[in-house]
C-alpha cells in the first residue's frame, strides 16, 4: 500500500464532525471543522401526520430516509467524504417512539409524536387510580422519614400524554398487533435514537443513551437504570427496552452502503441537554432557555431535582464517571403558533413581528393562550385550548402580534419563577432557538424576569452539543476548554423596571384568560 492508504494517513484525513439535529420541525446536518466552524449544511422538513384530534404522528421510513438524505446533501456541500469524518453525533426530539418486531424488523405502528395526547384520559385515570395514590402517599412518606429525594420524586410525579410511557402503555393496550408481539417476546421499543441506530449498524445494536432514556418515565436517574417497578405497572416489557449507553461514547458504526463508507457514531443526546451542552452549561446553577417550537428551560444539577410544581428532572449527559442533571421547565406552544399565526395572515415574514409589536403600546387587550399541546408546568392542563381573548373592532393584527410574543415571554417567566422557588436564583439566562431572534420578546423576557438575557451568536446550540460530545469521545478536540471560547454572545439584554411594571399588570390579565381556556377540551 502507498503512504495514502497508511492508517496514520487516514486518520489525519478524518477533519470534519457530522451533526445531525432531528427536531420537531425539521432534519438538519451539519459539517463541523476543528474551529467550530459549519461548512456545510443540508435541511428537510418533517412531516407530521395528524389522522385525528390528539393524533400526532411522523412515518418512520420518511424519518430514516431523510436523515440518510440530509447527511449525505449536507457531506455533499463540504465537498467530503465519509472517509474524513471523523465521527458522527445525533440529537433528536425526545419521547417521540415506535416499535418493532425483533426478528422481521417489520415496524408495527408510526413514530407517536411527544406532542401527541391522545393518552391524556390514560394519564388522568392514572393519577386518580387507588394504586398511584397508595404509591405516592407511601412515597412521601418515606421521604418525611429518610429525606432521600427518590422517595419525593416518587411522590410527586404526575403522568403526562407527553410521557413516552403513558403513550407506550396505550399503543400495547390499543394496537392488536403490537400487543401480539409483545405477548410473543419480540416487542422492540425505540425513540427515535435507538431506531437511528438499529437502522445505521443494519439490525446489530438496540441503544440508547441515558439523556433520552430519562425523558421515558421508564427510567430512574437515581440508580441509572430502567424502572423494573414503572416498566411492571405500565405492562411495558422491560427486555422491549434499548441498552442503556453514554451519551458520548462509540455506539456503533454505519454500514458502508448508506454514506458512501462507514462512519462511526459517537453521540445520541435528546436535543435541550444537547442545546445546554452546546451553551457550555456544565456547571450546577447554569440554566438556558430554547425558544424554538416549544420553550425549554434548563438548569444543570448535580443530582435528579425532585419537583412539587411539575419540573421535569433528566439526566443531562454521562461520560463515563461523569453525570450531570438537568431540571427542567415546558411550554410547548411557541414557534408553532408563529407558523400558525403566519399562515392565517397575521404577518407575512417572520422577521417583522418584532417591529410589528413595538409599533403599539400595548396589545389592546387581546391576550393570546398558546396551547396546541396544553399547558404544563405550572399549570399543568392537557385540556386547555389555544385561544385569543378580548378581541374588539379596533383590534388590529400589530395588537395580535404582539399579544402572542408577549404569551411566550409570560411562559417563560413562570417558568423561571417555578425554577428560582425550587431551585435557586438565575443570574443570567443564555438563550438559543428560531424564536429567540425576536428582540421584542427577548426583552420582555429579560424585563418580566428581572434577568439578564443572553443571545448566543450561533443559535444551532443543539447541533453544536452533539458535535462537541461527538467530537471529544472520537478524540477530534482534546478538551472542552477548547471548545468552550468558541461560544460566544454579543447581544445582551438587560432588564427594564419601567417595562416590567406594564408587562407584569398585562400577565395578570392573561392569567385570567389562561383560567378560562383550562379544561376546554373536556367539555367540547
Not at 118 to 143: E, G, I, P, Q, Y
Not at 270 to 296: E, I, N, R, V, Y
Not at 337 to 350: P, S
Request: charged share 20%; aromatic share 8%; proline share 3%.
Amino acid at each position: 500500500m502507498d503512504d495514502g492508504d497508511t492508517p496514520a494517513a487516514a486518520s489525519d484525513q478524518k477533519k470534519y464532525v457530522l451533526s445531525v439535529d432531528l427536531g420537531s420541525t425539521s432534519i438538519r446536518c451539519f459539517v463541523v471543522d476543528a474551529g467550530v466552524k459549519f461548512v456545510g449544511s443540508a435541511s428537510e422538513p418533517i412531516e407530521y401526520l395528524r389522522p385525528q384530534h390528539g393524533y400526532v404522528e411522523h412515518d418512520p421510513e420518511k424519518i430514516w430516509e431523510s436523515f440518510v438524505s440530509v447527511t449525505r446533501n449536507a457531506m455533499k456541500d463540504a465537498g467530503i467524504t465519509a472517509a474524513q469524518v471523523s465521527s458522527m453525533g445525533i440529537s433528536l426530539q425526545r419521547g417521540t417512539f415506535t416499535s418493532w418486531h425483533k426478528e422481521t424488523g417489520e415496524v408495527l405502528h408510526p413514530f407517536i409524536s411527544w406532542q401527541d395526547t391522545r393518552s391524556a384520559d390514560l394519564a388522568k385515570s392514572w393519577n386518580k387510580s387507588a394504586l398511584f395514590r397508595t404509591v405516592s402517599t407511601a412515597s412521601r412518606a418515606l421521604h418525611t422519614v429518610t429525606r432521600a429525594k427518590r422517595f419525593l420524586a416518587i411522590g410527586v410525579i404526575e403522568f403526562r400524554a407527553f410521557h413516552m410511557c403513558i403513550r407506550a402503555q396505550w399503543v400495547i393496550q390499543n394496537i392488536e398487533k403490537v400487543k401480539a408481539v409483545a405477548d410473543q417476546g419480540m416487542l422492540m421499543l425505540g425513540t427515535i435514537d435507538t431506531f437511528l441506530l438499529w437502522r445505521l449498524s443494519g439490525g446489530k445494536v438496540h441503544m440508547t443513551d441515558v439523556s433520552n432514556a430519562s425523558a421515558t418515565a421508564l427510567f430512574d436517574p437515581f440508580v441509572m437504570d430502567w424502572s423494573g417497578a414503572n416498566c411492571h405497572l405500565m405492562g411495558i416489557p422491560v427486555k422491549s427496552l434499548p441498552q442503556l449507553m453514554d451519551t458520548s461514547c462509540h455506539l456503533c458504526t454505519s454500514e458502508a452502503e448508506i454514506f458512501g463508507g462507514p462512519i462511526e457514531v459517537h453521540c445520541v443526546v435528546a436535543d435541550q441537554q444537547s442545546s445546554a451542552f452546546g451553551q457550555t452549561c456544565w456547571k450546577p446553577g447554569d440554566a438556558k432557555l430554547t425558544l424554538g417550537t416549544g420553550s425549554f428551560v434548563n438548569i444543570t444539577t448535580s443530582t435528579p431535582h425532585a419537583s412539587s410544581t411539575g419540573l421535569y428532572a433528566t439526566v443531562g449527559w454521562r461520560i463515563g464517571n461523569e453525570v450531570a442533571y438537568v431540571a427542567e421547565g415546558t411550554a410547548t406552544s411557541t414557534g408553532s403558533c408563529v407558523e400558525w399565526a403566519k399562515q392565517v395572515g397575521w404577518f407575512e415574514n417572520v422577521a417583522e413581528t418584532s417591529d410589528m409589536a413595538k409599533s403599539v403600546p400595548d396589545s389592546d387587550g387581546v391576550c393570546f393562550i398558546p396551547a396546541f399541546n396544553g399547558l404544563a408546568a405550572p399549570i399543568k392542563d392537557e385540556r386547555a385550548c389555544c385561544a385569543v381573548f378580548g378581541i374588539k373592532p379596533g383590534t388590529r393584527r400589530e395588537h395580535f402580534v404582539r399579544a402572542m410574543l408577549e404569551s411566550f415571554a409570560f411562559r417563560v417567566s413562570q417558568l423561571v419563577e417555578t425554577a428560582e422557588k425550587e431551585l435557586s436564583r438565575l443570574d443570567t439566562i443564555r438563550v438559543d432557538g428560531g424564536v429567540s431572534r425576536n428582540d421584542f420578546v427577548m426583552q420582555c423576557i429579560a424585563d418580566l424576569t428581572g434577568r439578564v438575557v443572553k443571545r448566543v451568536d450561533n443559535l444551532e446550540t443543539t447541533a453544536l452539543g452533539a458535535a462537541f460530545l461527538a467530537g471529544l469521545s472520537s478524540g477530534f478536540w482534546e478538551s472542552r476548554e477548547v471548545l468552550k471560547e468558541k461560544v460566544t454572545y454579543t447581544d445582551v439584554f438587560e432588564p427594564n423596571a419601567d417595562n416590567a411594571q406594564q408587562l407584569k399588570k398585562a400577565q395578570r390579565v392573561w392569567e385570567d384568560a389562561v383560567r378560562r381556556s383550562c379544561g376546554w377540551y373536556k367539555h367540547h
